[in-house]
């Protein structure tokens, strides 16, 4: 069986598959400490600046894809002043590299996963956070035992919404780190490389199905764990 | 440990301005809502940074404005029952008692989950999660798990609040238990005084943030400007004589015998009974062929006449006191005076099981 689905797609139908969820596996796995941290934030602390980190944070989602790729080749590219320094001082190139395409996916990604997780934030109630500080408990030990356990829902649910949002990114994908099969060619990217040549048609539709598939089972998942998430800590 | 609280703090409104001392046992911050109680309590626990004040026990300084001192919660060794339990509801029973005792220093370990598994009967409950818990259930379980973390003080905020009176009467023999068995003060807010007289070493009476009476809760109970002439009641001391068949229970008072629906306490025990005002009658003559059973002889030491028609008339019975509210014009036509011996007479069956308490009515200091 999963040899013949396995022939079923070519061989760079499968680059592509393997690259698009190593790239939004990483774009959404090392985005989510910062995206609970920017979440708490939100939902927790009064600061200075506040509605403007709020806005940088949701830019991605209202700009064009296209401007959100130029921008990050205009940081990120190795003539950008972000992208010159980690190449000159840690080596790191992000620009045409896997690497770039998963930042790229990451800050796509990143409102919806801070949306879900400021959500679950908010309805915790900071009355239990308090008793638990009257049990001994230091502001960091609060979030570890209280605060975490009961928005794991969120935090879960935003995880895999922005993994299902990286793994269709394509706009900003496309202008920042191009569309090189085997580099930076996810499954948005080959799926437009494959109706670009004639007879590109077959394979295209091939990991149109693919793709539905993911998202599908995405969805379900997040459904199924999120559930028995809430379940345990809801205390039934 | 004398807890000493100085709390100033300015709210739209109303200013509480507070100064009090907490000796040890239980003292009961008594007073309707909006009084500031709840405020002053989470100042204690450091959940509310008051504008002003000094909150200290023996050297062990917990606030002090001036000094720039303002220990974190979680330094405070505070154990807080609050009035909704706030039990973690991804933890279990177990979890959540043994929360706070993972983060006590080793040497504030005594209490053993055991002794208080034992002690609020929430042996069966260990396994369950919060969601599976009545209401009384859930504050007992708050109570366990405020005494697991080694607390220097605990602190109560209206835990009977939100409970049913059945449930009330289920949970507040445990706080006489930990009052009477923990030797940890406890600083309790109630606006009940059926809860102050039976739970209270000391009272503070406050009213719009300012303490309006300050004392053993029998002296505060008896105070009209604390809770109004409707309000004023005594508590007297009395030890259980025995059981009797037809369901009263016979005690022993320092005027004479005292017979109550049946107490649940066994003979030999020294219990407190809250008496309101308004259900006692008096007669200057020992009066003959009543139905009331209880006709207990005091001297009058004094006669307060209010605005209204009403009169209280505060009897020495031994060594407590007990207070009468009758007309002004049953006083003057009885011509009651300071000194005189009167009979007080009480029914039975006004008196209510909240009303009827364990321990012993502490002096405190003043």
């Known amino acids: ?11 760079d139908e499968w680059q592509a598959v393997r690259l698009s969820i190593q790239v939004s596996l990483w774009a959404t796995l090392t985005s989510l400490p910062l995206g609970i941290f920017i979440a708490y934030a939100l939902a927790r602390w009064e600061f200075p600046g506040k509605q403007v980190l709020n806005g940088i944070v949701h830019l991605p989602l209202i700009l064009p894809p ?144 693919v793709a539905v598939v993911i998202a599908m089972a995405a969805l379900l998942l997040s459904e199924f764990v999120a559930r028995r998430v809430a379940n345990v800590v809801a205390g039934s | 440990m004398t807890l000493q609280i100085a709390v ?60 720039r001192r303002n220990l974190a919660p979680h330094r405070r060794r505070i154990g807080y029952i609050f009035q909704e339990g706030r039990l973690f509801p991804h933890l279990t029973v177990r979890q959540n008692l043994l929360y706070g005792r993972w983060f006590a220093p080793r040497d504030a370990r005594s209490e053993r989950l055991p002794r208080v598994v034992e002690m609020l009967g929430i042996g069966q409950l260990l396994e369950r999660r919060p969601g599976a818990l009545s209401g009384g259930e859930k ?106 068949a037809d369901g009263l229970s016979e005690l022993a008072t320092a005027a004479g015998p005292l017979w109550l629906p049946r107490v649940d306490e066994a003979p030999g025990k020294t219990i407190r009974v809250r008496i309101a005002a308004q259900e006692v009658i008096l007669s200057r003559a020992r009066p003959e062929g009543l139905s009331a059973l209880n006709i207990l002889c005091g001297r009058i030491i004094d006669i307060r006449l209010g605005d209204g028609p009403g009169a209280l008339v505060v009897l020495a019975v031994g060594e407590d006191r007990l207070t009468a509210r009758i007309t002004r014009r049953s006083a003057e036509a009885m011509g009651l005076a300071a000194g005189q011996t009167c009979h007080a007479i009480i029914k039975s069956v006004a008196v209510a099981p909240e009303d009827v308490g364990t321990g012993r009515i502490q002096e405190a200091a003043e």
Request: a neutral charge; one cysteine or more; glycine letters at 10%.
């Open chain 1, 1 to 11: 069986m999963w040899e013949t689905v396995a022939s079923w797609l070519g061989p």
């Open chain 1, 66 to 209: 296209v401007v959100t790729g130029y921008l990050l080749l205009l940081t990120f590219g190795r003539r950008g002043t972000v992208g010159q320094f980690l190449d000159q001082w840690f080596g790191i190139v992000l620009s045409f590299r896997w690497t770039g395409a998963a930042l790229a996916a990451a800050i796509m990604a990143f409102p919806l996963m801070v949306r879900a997780i400021r959500l679950a934030i908010e309805a915790v109630d900071p009355k239990l956070e308090a008793a638990a500080s009257t049990l001994g408990a230091s502001k960091p030990w609060v979030f570890v035992t209280v605060t975490l356990p009961l928005i794991l829902p969120g935090v879960i649910a935003g995880a895999i919404l922005a993994f299902a949002k990286a793994i269709g990114e394509f706009g900003a994908t496309i202008t920042f780190v191009s569309n090189i099969p085997g580099q930076t060619q996810t499954i948005p990217s080959a799926i437009y490389a494959f109706l670009q040549v004639p007879g590109g048609e077959e394979a295209a539709s091939r990991l149109v199905i």
């Open chain 2, 8 to 67: 100033k703090h300015a709210f739209t409104g109303f200013d509480l301005d507070v100064g009090i001392q907490a000796p040890p046992g239980v003292t009961v911050l008594f007073g309707p809502s909006g009084s500031g109680k709840t405020t002053l309590i989470n100042a204690v626990a450091g959940l509310l940074r008051p504008d002003s004040g000094r909150i200290a026990a023996d050297g062990w300084v917990l606030l002090d404005t001036n000094a």
């Open chain 2, 139 to 244: 504050q007992r379980v708050a109570i366990g798990r405020a005494l697991l973390s080694g607390p220097k003080l605990i602190l109560a905020d209206e835990p009977l609040a939100a409970l049913d009176e059945a449930r009330k009467a289920e949970i507040l023999p445990y706080f006489e238990r930990l009052r009477d068995e923990v030797s940890v003060p406890i600083l309790y807010v109630s606006h009940s005084s059926s809860e102050v007289a039976r739970l209270a070493t000391t009272v503070v009476a406050l009213k719009a943030g300012r303490v309006v009476a300050c004392g053993p809760p029998a002296k505060v109970l008896g105070d009209v400007a604390v809770v109004g002439a409707r309000g004023a009641a005594s508590v007297l001391t009395a030890r259980v004589v025995a059981h009797h």
